[in-house]
């Protein structure tokens, strides 16, 4: 049961991104552009929200989806909803202008 | 026993948490990420400077045609520029960069005075010698025009009666001109 215990913990630590040592480059980005151009928000600039610095709340429910708060490079905010998958992708589902 | 949470699809779950959006009970609490010091993707870049250009080229355009124009900063995103023909007759532009000869529907704002001008690049758009194509609406035809049209995307082709048509906007300060002239004229 020990050993169940950990290996579930092993991997729901792979799923959860590492905030603090975020870095932007390290990802790559999908984005559902239909759903954000119905919004008025580019693709390049819903990515520059995650060179720009962000909040990120996590989604008690499905942990590997995330709402981020944060500015475009023209200092517009957006909110995002986002899926992080495995580590290495970032999938923006949608998001608004705020 | 409880019973097991249904398996959903990526799609359904993306609904549910879309759904959650204004449910702050269903999000953690915030945490705060640095900005990323990495260099950014050329895709990113490519995109953001292209949109510069045909700002700026829109901008140029206006001023060789003697309208007094200036470029907005940080007002509301329909306005990248704004046009002062006269006293209290001010227009406003917003410019859509297309990368491609295709323009997808997107939510416009259509009302009295406010411009889009599509820019577009035929050749390729990191070669400075090629200028870009550009197509200048009234939003209140283009409005009318799509409102027509089911399609979702639009080739620049269906565009080509407003290539260039920036009498659309000097036309319009000729005749509020006009009608000041008339109107002070017979006062």
């Known amino acids: ?98 | 026993m409880t019973a097991r949470k249904p398996r959903l699809t990526q799609n359904e779950v993306d609904a549910v948490v879309i759904n959650q959006v204004d449910d702050s009970n269903a999000w953690g609490k915030p945490v705060l990420v640095p900005p990323s010091h990495s260099p950014r993707p050329k895709w990113m870049l490519v995109r953001a400077h292209l949109e510069s250009a045909a700002k700026w080229y829109v901008l140029y355009s206006l001023h060789r045609r003697g309208l007094n124009a200036s470029a907005t900063i940080g007002s509301h995103e329909a306005a990248d520029i704004t046009v002062i023909r006269g006293a209290g007759d001010v227009a406003t532009i917003e410019v859509k960069t297309l990368t491609e000869p295709l323009w997808r529907r997107e939510p416009i704002m259509a009302v009295k005075n406010h411009f889009l001008v599509f820019v577009w690049y035929p050749e390729s758009p990191s070669d400075p010698k090629f200028p870009p194509n550009v197509y200048v609406w009234s939003s209140r035809a283009f409005r009318n025009w799509l409102h027509h049209r089911p399609d979702d995307t639009f080739s620049v082709h269906d565009f080509n009666k407003h290539e260039n048509a920036w009498q659309t906007l000097v036309a319009r300060s000729r005749v509020h001109h006009t009608s000041r002239a008339v109107s002070s004229a017979a006062t």
């Not at chain 1, 991104?17 to 990802?27: G, L």
């Not at chain 1, 590997?64 to 992708?89: C, E, F, M, N, S």
């Open chain 1, 1 to 98: 049961m020990a050993e169940h215990g950990r290996v579930l913990q092993h991997v729901v630590r792979f799923r959860v991104p590492n905030w603090s040592k975020f870095d932007a480059s390290a990802f790559e980005y999908e984005f559902a552009s239909e759903k954000l151009l119905a919004h008025g928000i580019a693709d390049h600039e819903a990515a520059q929200v995650f060179w720009n610095g962000f909040r990120a709340l996590k989604n008690k429910g499905y942990r590997d989806r995330y709402q981020i708060i944060g500015l475009i490079d023209g200092g517009r905010p957006l909110k995002l909803i986002v899926h992080v998958r495995a580590k290495t992708t970032i999938r923006v589902i949608t998001g608004w202008p705020l």
